[in-house]
C-alpha cells in the first residue's frame, strides 16, 4: 500500500533545510571573519621588528640632522630641525636638500618631528618664584598658586620636611590608594597628576566652566565658588623634566615666556617679532631690552634664559602601507655628538 506524506511534513522538512542552510552560511562567515583577523595579527607580528627598526631609523637620522646643526651658536625654529627654512650658514649644509616629513626606510617610509626640550620649563630645577608665575599666567586660582608651588618642590627634595603649604608623604597615605611622595626629580611629566593641587583641568588645560555667556575669569572677576578656573594652557605642555634647565628664549612659545617672572603679553610679542625679524636678534640681553625689560630685571632674568637648546623629543611615524607606528625619543646633543637616552613606542 502506497503511503502519502502529508504537505505539512515537507514544509517541516524545507524549514529544517533553510535553518541549517543559514547557520552553516553564519559559520562560514564567522570563521572567514576569524581567519581574516588572525591574517591581520599574523602580518602585524611578523612586521613588529621591521616598525622597531624603521623607529630607531628615524631616530639615528634625527640624530644627524641635529649633529650637523650642532656645531651652531644657537638653536631656533628657523633650523631645519624645526622644520624651519634654515638660516646662517646651515642653508649650505647637506640638509638643505632633506626633508623631516618623508623618506623611505625598509619597505616603508618614516615622518619626523622634533621638539626642544629648552623651550619649556624644566620642573625639576623650577624655583618657587617661577612655578608661582606660571601657575598664574595659566589662571590658576590663589589657592592653587600658593599650594601647587610647594607641594611640587616637597615632591622633589629628598627630605620628608614638609613646606608650609606643602605634602610629603604624611599626605599621600592618607589617599585612597595611598602612595610615598617621591622624593626624587620627576621623570615623567605625568607625576605631576599625583602631586597635591594638581588637578586633571589644570594638568590637561581644560575647564568644567559651562556658563561661556559670562566669561567671569577673562573680565578679572574671577570664578564663582565651587567653579574651575579658565585654564590658557596645559602644566604638561610648558614643563618638562628633561632639559638642561635653562629655557631657550628663542624656541620656547608664548605660553612659556609669559611664564618669566617680568614678562607681560606685549614684552612677549616683542621678543617674538625681533627673533623672527631680518636680521633676528639672537641675544638674551638685547630681545628682552626689545620687550622692555630694565637692566636690573634683565640681569635677574638671564638666570632663567639662554639662546641654545641640547635636549630634544623626536617623534618618528613609520608607515607600511595602511600601518602606522608610533615611537619617542630623548636625544641630548653636545656640540656634533648626539646620544640617545629614551627610545619607546609610543601608540
Known amino acids: 500500500m502506497k503511503i502519502n506524506r502529508s504537505p505539512n511534513h515537507r514544509a517541516f522538512a524545507v524549514i529544517i533545510a533553510l535553518v541549517a542552510v543559514t547557520v552553516l552560511t553564519l559559520m562560514a562567515g564567522a570563521f ?38 650642532g656645531n651652531q651658536p644657537f638653536s631656533s625654529k628657523q633650523q631645519y630641525w624645526a622644520g624651519g627654512p634654515g638660516e646662517g650658514s646651515e642653508t649650505n649644509s647637506a640638509l638643505a636638500s632633506e626633508s623631516l616629513s618623508s623618506f623611505p626606510i625598509g619597505e616603508g617610509n618614516v615622518a619626523l618631528s622634533m621638539v626642544e626640550l629648552e623651550g619649556k620649563i624644566n620642573i625639576n630645577t623650577a624655583d618657587s618664584q617661577l612655578l608661582q608665575q606660571v601657575l598664574t599666567a595659566q589662571g590658576a586660582d590663589p589657592n592653587a598658586i600658593t599650594v601647587v608651588p610647594d607641594c611640587i618642590l616637597d615632591w622633589i627634595d629628598a627630605d620628608d620636611n614638609t613646606r608650609p603649604a606643602g605634602a610629603e608623604s604624611e599626605y599621600y597615605l592618607g589617599l585612597t590608594p595611598s602612595y610615598y611622595a617621591k622624593n626624587a626629580p620627576i621623570d615623567n611629566i605625568e607625576e605631576l597628576l599625583l602631586i597635591k593641587g594638581i588637578t586633571t583641568n589644570m594638568y590637561r588645560g581644560i575647564s568644567d566652566q559651562t556658563d561661556a555667556a ?29 632639559s638642561l634647565g635653562k629655557i631657550n628664549i628663542l624656541t620656547a612659545d608664548d605660553n612659556v615666556l609669559q611664564s618669566l617672572p617680568g614678562l607681560d603679553t606685549a614684552g612677549v610679542q616683542a621678543i617674538e617679532t625681533a627673533r623672527s625679524s ?70
Open 278 to 347: 631680518d636680521p633676528p636678534i639672537r641675544d638674551v640681553g638685547q630681545l628682552l631690552a626689545a620687550a622692555g625689560v630694565d637692566p636690573q630685571a634683565t640681569a635677574q632674568m638671564a638666570n632663567y634664559l639662554d639662546i641654545r637648546g641640547s635636549t630634544y623629543e623626536v617623534h618618528v611615524t613609520a608607515t607600511i602601507g595602511q600601518l602606522s607606528h608610533e615611537y619617542t625619543a630623548v636625544v641630548v646633543r653636545n656640540g656634533p655628538n648626539v646620544q640617545v637616552f629614551n627610545f619607546y613606542r609610543s601608540n
Open 214 to 242: 559670562i566669561p567671569a575669569q577673562e573680565l578679572g572677576f574671577g570664578h564663582r565658588p565651587g567653579q574651575e578656573a579658565v585654564y590658557k594652557f596645559a602644566l604638561r605642555d610648558v614643563f618638562t623634566p628633561f
Open 32 to 69: 572567514a571573519y576569524a581567519m581574516k583577523i588572525e591574517t591581520r595579527l599574523a602580518f602585524n607580528t611578523n612586521k613588529d621588528e621591521e616598525f622597531y627598526w624603521m623607529g630607531r631609523g628615524g631616530v639615528e637620522r634625527a640624530c644627524w640632522w641635529l649633529a650637523i646643526e
